[in-house]
């Protein structure tokens, strides 16, 4: 069956959005579309300006017998910006405080479009990155971690409190809680990451990072490389942050439990992208 050009192009954009972070042969679009070689890549240079152009990410092209061409999520900062600003307004409704001055979130980690949002900038900033797993701590910031990692055609690893029998041998640690400085204990399973495996934390909140700088001990044990850090929210006012280098959405300025304010504003992921940058 031949493809007319409007019709490659369409299956072709929504292949590659599908497939993010994945190696696609020229021969294997060729032989979608009874094409030749070269109008393929005439049409992949079309679905490159576009995406640039509309900030959805970039197509890189693998020179070579065994190359291809593969897609990269970049969220441009004209899309990114507008989201972050309103999930800082969803998140200063007093309605969402909780007793002892907790957020409540779960309405937002629940939200499928405003996870796969978050995911796909979070992803955005390490997608030349060579992320190999993305971990995260069960169990609020799942749902983020599966949605960066769908962008970045990486498996998840859930680091959990206890145990589970069906998981096999674990390697276990106990940490300290930065926030109440409690001792507490987080475990492994040993057959879920491969030692010198390239990982990224994704986690929903961090208050001083304790529970972060635990995973990060933990895969201490594994040998594994901690590639970078991402958070949904992060606060702000911390005598002492466990933790150096992050990048954060949202930044959790102040709560005033007797006047029902909440003071949120943009964390650090546009400084961390400037600073790229340069």
């Known amino acids: 069956m031949k493809f007319r050009r409007s019709e490659r192009l369409i299956d072709m954009t929504n292949y590659l959005l599908e497939h993010p972070n994945q190696l696609v042969p020229l021969t294997y679009f060729a032989d979608r579309y009874s094409s030749a070689k070269s109008s393929i890549s005439e049409d992949l240079a079309i679905v490159k300006e576009t995406f640039e152009q509309r900030g959805i990410g970039t197509l890189q092209t693998v020179p070579g017998a065994a ?34 001055g907790y957020l409540y979130l779960t309405d937002i980690l629940g939200d499928p479009d405003i996870v796969q949002k978050a995911g796909r900038i979070i992803a955005s900033a390490y ?43 674990t390697v276990s640690i106990n940490y300290v809680s930065g926030s109440s400085k409690r001792i507490q204990t987080m475990v492994l399973a040993k057959r879920s990451l491969a030692q010198g495996a390239n990982v990224l934390i994704v986690d ?3 208050k001083a990072g304790g529970t972060v700088r635990g995973m990060i001990n933990l895969l201490e044990e594994f040998d594994a490389n901690v590639a970078g850090i991402a958070v949904l929210v992060e606060a702000e006012q911390i005598e002492e942050r466990l933790v150096d280098e992050y990048l954060s959405l949202v930044q959790l300025a102040d709560v005033d439990l007797k006047e029902k304010e909440i003071s949120v504003h943009e964390g650090n992921f546009f400084l961390n992208q400037d600073r790229e940058d340069q």
């Open 67 to 100: 190359g291809g061409v593969r897609f990269f999520v970049k969220v441009s900062e004209e899309k990114a910006r507008p989201f972050i600003e309103k999930l800082c307004t969803m998140i200063a409704n007093p309605d969402r405080l909780l007793p002892g």
């Open 127 to 169: 997608a030349n990155a060579k992320i190999d797993v993305v971990v995260t701590v069960a169990t609020k910031g799942i749902p983020l971690a599966y949605a960066v990692a769908s962008q970045l055609n990486a498996p998840v690893v859930i680091v959990r409190r206890d145990s589970k029998v069906t998981e096999g041998p």
């Open 204 to 206: 929903d909140f961090m």
